[in-house]
């Protein structure tokens, strides 16, 4: 417990004393740190954008016109029962005749046709949405499977768009499977280069005390008294460099949240002040390990002997 | 206490910095090792203090192997013995009072020794006035002073000072002397490795002379004879 409270003490002390070399450790970690939260940022950015796209994209049913409503719940319990469909929206034929006349209400030509035709020409359909965009095959597939609902003369289903949208399903579905490949990778190699930095920053700053620490050796001091300072040092590093981090992204998401909701598709103010607790864990734990971590492999080498 | 067994060191092929040395040193005895630069007299104080391993030989610590500890046993025995360099080696980002601390506590002492112990070592070489100096705002002469109030704090079996004058003037080299001679008069064994004349004649004791590596005289109560 004493060695404990000497080694705390240490660290602080030798924080403090550090001056300038000390602050520029903090500046590393809290660079690296940054990248890190503009990471997090950027994934839950790219993450709502593909969300975005991935809402848009549904299959559609279209339903015979005067098709019995009770078939209709017949195709559309079965539907619900896959395990790929999220959610089915289904506008019957009086709906559907409503919103055709709602979007139309200034088209007179069409609206008097309408008027003129005298009964509803429109069927009523079904949007399905998959859980995810590579499920709509297996949707598309069930509807073409011969199953008596879809396919015969007691079929309700005049038309499938599935076809239609295929090819545009599928780039889509490539496009954001790259993104996210890409996402990872760009990502895995930003931390990783930050990391080098970093612990290359603090191997310095323990460079310099290479000769203290021959000397503590030979007065008889332990490794873990040698070691145990500049530990807690790693982790006031991580700490500090945490909240420079954190308050730097404050105006930081407020103006960007202000300014660029509408380009980034989210707005990442309310995304990181509602995530706060999130991220500082994410990146005070990041911040801690890289400051142990380096301090603990850069003093390794000094300590044998 | 300390066995010199033909200890050899060469480093690559013709470094020859130590050849076959033996000699003992007893308890309680003040001894001066004496030889030009270059004799092997640093060579031999790591051997002692396994900063650097024998091409040949053994050293001993009483019954210890110095070379065969482990690094834990290591630093148990580097706790008996208190040492002063000619480069004073301190701890630059330490004051005074937190340099000797540190060596207390290495050893484990409470904070309670500490507190009464350290003011009163700083007083016993005269640097009571500068317990608070870091060690590059005081003169070559206070910084060795520290560095032997720190190599006594723990009341060590054996201090070895190499070169311990070699950066200071004469009124300093004479204080530091007189200090090392108290020190054994306390009973603490003495090794004190120097190629000044004045102070091997001054101290008029036990005097191992080193040439090229090699032992070439051992005189009781020698003077320096090169």
New interface residues.
């Given amino acids: 417990m004493?060695?404990l409270k000497?080694i705390i003490k240490g660290g602080f002390v030798?924080f403090i004393?550090?001056g300038i070399v000390s602050w520029a450790a903090v500046l590393v970690v809290s660079i690296t740190l940054s990248v890190i939260t503009s990471l997090i940022l950027l994934q839950a950015v790219l993450h709502s954008s593909l969300q975005q796209i991935k809402d848009k994209v549904d299959v559609t049913i279209y339903l015979n016109v005067g098709a019995k409503e009770d078939k209709i719940t017949e195709l559309k319990n079965a539907l619900t029962k896959l395990p790929e469909v999220a959610e089915i929206n289904y506008v019957t034929e009086g709906e559907n005749l409503r919103r055709f006349r709602e979007l139309h209400s200034a088209d007179y030509p069409t609206i008097q046709a309408l008027d003129e035709i005298g009964e509803n020409p429109l069927g009523g359909y079904l949007g399905v949405k998959a859980k995810e965009i590579s499920q709509y095959e297996t949707i598309a597939t069930f509807l073409s499977s011969g199953s008596p609902m879809v396919l015969g003369p007691s079929s309700v289903v005049r038309k499938v768009n599935y076809a239609q949208n295929k090819d545009v399903i599928e780039k889509l579905n490539a496009i954001i499977d790259g993104a996210q490949k890409l996402g990872f990778l760009v990502t895995a190699l930003l931390v990783l280069i930050s990391v080098i930095i970093t612990f290359n920053t603090i191997r310095l700053t323990i460079f310099i005390?290479k000769?203290?620490i021959?000397?503590?050796?030979?007065?008889?001091?332990?490794?873990m008294?040698v070691r145990g300072p500049f530990l807690i040092e790693g982790v006031i590093y991580g700490i500090i460099a945490t909240i420079v981090t954190l308050v730097i992204f404050w105006p930081a998401t407020a103006w960007l949240g202000r300014n660029m909701s509408g380009f980034l598709g989210l707005n990442v103010y309310e995304y990181y002040v509602s995530n706060i607790f999130y991220i500082l864990l994410l990146v005070l734990s990041s911040g801690i390990i890289l400051g142990v971590v380096s301090s603990f492999l850069a003093i390794r080498k000094y300590l044998?002997? | 206490m300390i066995y010199f067994n033909n200890v050899s060191k060469i480093y690559g092929q013709d470094g020859v910095a130590l050849q076959d040395v033996n000699f003992t040193v007893g308890a309680g005895e003040f001894v001066s090792i004496v030889g030009h630069s270059g004799a092997g007299k640093t060579t031999l104080v790591k051997m002692i203090?396994?900063?650097d391993n024998p091409t040949d030989g053994t050293v001993f610590f009483e019954s210890i192997n110095v070379h065969k500890l482990k690094?834990?046993d290591?630093?148990?025995l580097?706790?008996r013995i208190g040492?002063v360099f000619q480069d004073f080696?301190?701890?630059?980002?330490k004051t005074a009072y937190e340099n000797i601390a540190?060596?207390m506590?290495?050893?484990?002492k409470?904070?309670g020794e500490i507190i009464s112990d350290v003011p009163h070592v700083l007083e016993l070489v005269d640097l009571g006035h500068k317990a608070h100096h870091f060690p590059n705002q005081m003169s070559g002469g206070e910084q060795q002073r520290l560095a032997i109030a720190?190599a006594i704090i723990?009341q060590p079996e054996l201090i070895i000072a190499d070169e311990p004058t070699g950066n200071l003037d004469p009124i300093n080299t004479h204080e530091i002397v007189q200090i090392l001679k108290k020190i054994n008069d306390l009973g603490t064994t003495v090794i004190l490795t120097t190629h000044n004349r004045g102070v091997v004649d001054s101290v008029s004791k036990r005097v191992i002379t080193l040439e090229k590596g090699k032992v070439v005289r051992d005189d009781k109560e020698g003077r320096y004879a090169i």
């Fill in positions: 004493r060695g000497r030798n004393r550090g005390s000769e203290e021959g000397v503590m050796r030979l007065v008889g001091a332990s490794k008294g044998n002997k | 203090l396994a900063e690094n834990n290591l630093t148990k580097r706790r040492v080696k301190l701890l630059s980002s540190f060596a506590e290495a050893v484990g409470t904070d720190r723990n």
